[in-house]
Structures are given as structure tokens and as C-alpha cells.
């Protein structure tokens, strides 16, 4: 989705300077208006065990939590909510283990159920005593879920603002070729950080994708048992 030269102009000044406010403020107005009334934090990524892990305004007192699909009639409410208020997470097989609010937990896919230990140690003794190996994935946090969510449509939204600045097409076309150097050398190191960032994240969920391949064939063999 694009926006228009003129939407941009509001905020988008003549220096670089203002322009990297502009660039803020614009990915703000760029996902609101991709994300057909979602809000700006929400974001979503399913487990290897098709439940989800998500930051929604569906859960608003729960924070990052991991909650079940919606029932075959749409409805989603607190009732899904499994683990609440994550701070960080890993696969291991059908199995998800991190650290919440209310303590590590271990969180059966299958089963739906959830354990909760009160320290790092207790929780890897559980994690032995159900026979989960260590996790395959690396730590994911809630940097990593804003990441999917927002930060690639800012990724979209600057790589247009420079092709439209190339192009020196609609109110670029007041603008000296200096002065769109100048807001392409401002823009460049933006989106440069954003794409690092947000590598991080898709090399995590390169990982993700072996782990729930993994599961799936682990459970083909189980089944011809």
C-alpha cells in the first residue's frame, strides 16, 4: 500500500533531519491503515503445534501470551489464553518452554496443559523428568513478534520512499537533486537497521520451521507404530 506524495508532505520536511521524524511518524499512519483496525502492538506467530503466541487487543489483560485457535464458531476471549504475560520462548519437539509472569513453564501442544516452575533449575528438571530435549530453537521474545508484525511494512514503507525519491515523482519533483540525496542518505541507514533487525528474527523462524517439521514427522512415525 502506498501513500501519496501529499500525505507525505504533511510530515516529511526539506532536511533530513525532519524527515527521520517524518519516517516514524509515517510507519505509524502506514501500518494503521494496512491493519484494518488492529492495533499498532498486535502482532501474531503460530507454534509448531498450530496454537499461537501473540500480542492482541482480543487479550488485553494478558499481555504476550500463548492461546489456542479460535473455536469453529470465530469466538477468541481469555478462555484461550494458556500462558500469560511472556517474557520469552522456545520449541522443543511438541512442547513449548519459557518464562512468564506467573514463572517458567512448560506447555504441552497436545494436551493444552501448562506447568509452571519457580526457577531455572526446577524447570529443567521438569523439562527432564517429561523427557523434552533441549529446545532446538533459540530464544524468542516479544522483539521478535513486533518484528513479523511492524517491522517489515516499514521495510515496504522506506523502500518506496526511496523509489519515489529516484523517480522524483509528485512533490519530489519540487525538490533539488541534492536535497533528494540528502533524504536517500537519511532513509538508507533506516532501513539497513530495520532489515538487520528483522533477519534476526526470520533466521529464528527458519529454525521454527525445522522444529515443526520435525514434530510432524515424529508424529507420521508414531502413528505407523
Known sequence: MNLSWNLRSRFIGRTAGVLVLGLVQLAVLQVADCSAGIGLAEWSIETPGK???????????????????????????????????????MYSGSYVVGKAKNGFFIFDERSKTVKYFDSQANLEAGMKQANIEKPLTTRFTPQDGWNIGVGLVMIDLYKQLMKDLDAGSGEAEKLSPAEREAQKQAIKPLLQSMQAQVAKTTDKLKAEKAEAENVEQAGDGAAER
Open 51 to 89: 496454537n499461537r503466541i501473540a500480542h492482541s487487543d482480543q487479550f488485553p489483560d494478558q499481555g504476550v501470551c500463548l492461546h489456542q485457535p479460535a473455536a469453529a464458531d470465530g469466538v477468541l476471549d481469555d478462555r484461550a489464553v494458556c500462558v500469560a504475560h511472556i517474557e520469552w520462548w
